[in-house]
């Protein structure tokens, strides 16, 4: 029994490991639970990067006035909140998160729990001190 217990688990870490996080993922509100935004995570030179692909909060014209840097006045939809992530083994660090409700950045680490939820974690300095969101593969149509 333990073999296959065993054999179990691996199989499912290789299967998760497997997976792509490059897709489209929808976000919900912490504590209301609604939808918020549908984001596009793709690869671009060994690294990986979101953008929001649509928003249910805010008109689609919105501009983020809040944020800093090379984002500030930029549009919502297509505004690039995660940047520079790299994967190490079943996660993806060394990056950087975006929250476009307060203009903040964060260094972020993404691992994918299975093959259809997202962990993401925001953190100032250790990641101990910051704020996880579970994201959900969009399923196609």
């Avoid at 250790?126 to 969101?133: A, D, E, H, L």
Wanted: proline share 1%; with cysteine; charged share 25%.
């Amino acid at each position: 029994m333990k073999i296959i217990f065993t054999s179990f688990l691996l199989f499912l870490s290789l299967y998760v490991n497997g997976q792509s996080i490059i897709g489209q993922w929808e976000t919900y509100d912490d504590k209301t639970k609604e939808k918020k935004a549908t984001i596009e995570i793709y690869e671009s030179n060994n690294q990986y990067f979101a953008k929001i692909i649509e928003s249910y909060v805010s008109d689609k014209d919105a501009i983020c006035f809040t944020c800093k840097g090379k984002q500030k006045n930029k549009p919502i939809i297509g505004l690039v909140i995660i940047e520079n992530l790299i994967q190490d083994k079943n996660e993806f660090n060394g990056g950087t998160i975006l929250d476009p409700e307060n203009g903040k950045t964060y260094k972020c680490y993404l691992k994918l729990m299975n093959i259809n939820k997202l962990k993401v974690r925001g953190y100032l300095g250790v990641s101990i001190f910051g704020r996880t969101q579970y994201w959900t593969r969009k399923k196609s149509k």
